[in-house]
């Protein structure tokens, strides 16, 4: 027994989270719904995830700050990030209309009655502005705004930054060491990942995989195409501006997905991208402990993806033809509620309602999709997070020099 166990952790942690996330897609398929005993499991892998990763984003964000050598190193590599965030998320609501229109699956969807309470309003841009800013910061941490942390988190950098070398060193050293002992708290909840990761892909299987089908299915798959279209526009992107090859890229980056997939959410995956990015791809510190933290909050291209697919297919259901304008509109809304949506599971599906009503559209539609949601949540994720280290390896690239030839690709196998 002691020799299988040993051949079992001789296999890299990918490998086995592969593993079990295939005999939990076969455990969903072979007993369905009775197979939901083994929800708390996965739920419990999700909340230990999210309580490290709030400490983890404050204290990486504030270390990477302060391994830049100046404000005005700061200012460049966040403009740089912030452009290519809003560009991508713009070219994901777009790539959503252009296949919902072309593959039209809300033409012919039977919209049942179903019960709604009131969403709420889209908020507008103030309102967005004037709630990233934290009023109590402790609250911000026990409430787990990720936007409100890592906005105070970049204050206390440039302020630190500012500061004599005499002060700066001790507190830069101070935080960089409360990283370390969170990145080591994330790599012991992490050996229970293979286990807890099937489980959560076996009960997703268990409870929506007869829901697939007709015009849900159709929708998915329309989803799909436009979130597969999007990875092919990033590697390419990549490929051209950093000569990093795809396969190379994905190979060590596979970790996160499976993550991604299993959790679908932003915030729990991002304690595992910070590992990979550090661990695999070698990626400077500075750059990705202020890039990643940022773009689990701010960058949401899977997520808009889904929003515009949501909204056309509401559309189409209900005969609705949009105009140019409204066309332009809903790029505008969608690039505003993406950034408001939140990195835990399920966030994404109030926006969604939320972009739906926006437009006077009926959101019973957005509800039935709903009931599907996890199963369209997992690209979400898995695009959202591929994006943030796509951006990682292009400003790592432009602004330290970065490249993967430099690697010693026999001690990552190691």
């Not at 919902?100 to 309102?127: A, C, L, N, R, Y």
Request: contains cysteine.
């Amino acid at each position: 027994m002691m020799h299988i166990f040993k051949k079992y952790y001789k296999i890299s942690l990918s490998n086995r989270i592969l593993i079990w996330m295939f005999l939990g897609a076969l455990a969903g398929i072979l007993w369905g719904n009775k197979i939901l005993f083994l929800k708390p499991l996965g739920d419990m892998f999700i909340d230990l995830l999210i309580m490290a990763a709030i400490p983890l984003v404050f204290f990486n964000l504030v270390a990477g700050l302060l391994s830049m050598e100046s404000i005005k190193t700061l200012g460049g590599v966040g403009l740089k990030v912030m452009g290519y965030y809003i560009t991508t998320t713009v070219i994901a609501i777009v790539l959503g209309i252009v296949f919902t229109s072309i593959i039209k699956p809300g033409i012919g969807f039977k919209v049942k009655e179903v019960s709604v309470g009131k969403i709420g309003e889209v908020p507008d841009i103030v309102e967005i502005l004037m709630n990233m800013y934290p009023k109590n910061i402790f609250k911000s941490f026990t409430d787990g705004n990720l936007i409100q942390i890592v906005v105070f988190g970049v204050l206390l950098g440039i302020a630190i930054l500012s500061m004599k070398r005499e002060y700066k060193e001790p507190l830069k050293n101070g935080f960089e060491l409360i990283a370390k002992a969170m990145q080591k708290l994330i790599g012991l909840i992490m050996k229970i990942a293979p286990l807890c990761l099937g489980a959560l892909i076996a009960v997703t299987i268990g409870e929506y995989g007869a829901k697939v089908l007709g015009s849900v299915a159709k929708f998915i798959g329309t989803v799909g195409a436009a979130q597969i279209v999007m990875v092919i526009f990033y590697m390419i992107l990549m490929l051209v501006l950093t000569k990093t090859s795809p396969l190379w890229f994905l190979k060590k980056t596979k970790e996160l997905y499976a993550t991604t997939i299993a959790t679908t959410s932003s915030l729990a995956s991002l304690t595992v991208a910070l590992d990979v990015a550090d661990n695999k791809l070698k990626l400077p510190q500075s750059i990705f402990n202020f890039t990643l933290p940022l773009g689990a909050q701010f960058n949401k291209d899977g997520t808009s993806i889904m929003l515009s697919t949501i909204l056309i297919f509401t559309a189409q259901a209900v005969g609705w033809e949009i105009s140019f304008s409204e066309m332009i509109q809903i790029i505008l809304v969608g690039l505003l509620l993406s950034e408001g949506s939140t990195g835990i599971p399920g966030g994404g599906f109030v926006i969604a309602t939320m972009f739906v009503q926006a437009f006077g559209l009926p959101i019973e539609v957005a509800v039935i999709v709903g009931g599907i949601y996890r199963i369209i949540d997992m690209g979400n994720t898995t695009v959202n997070c591929m994006s943030d280290m796509v951006a990682t390896v292009i400003i790592s690239k432009y602004e330290m020099g970065w490249q993967a030839e430099d690697i010693d690709f026999e001690k990552i196998e190691r």
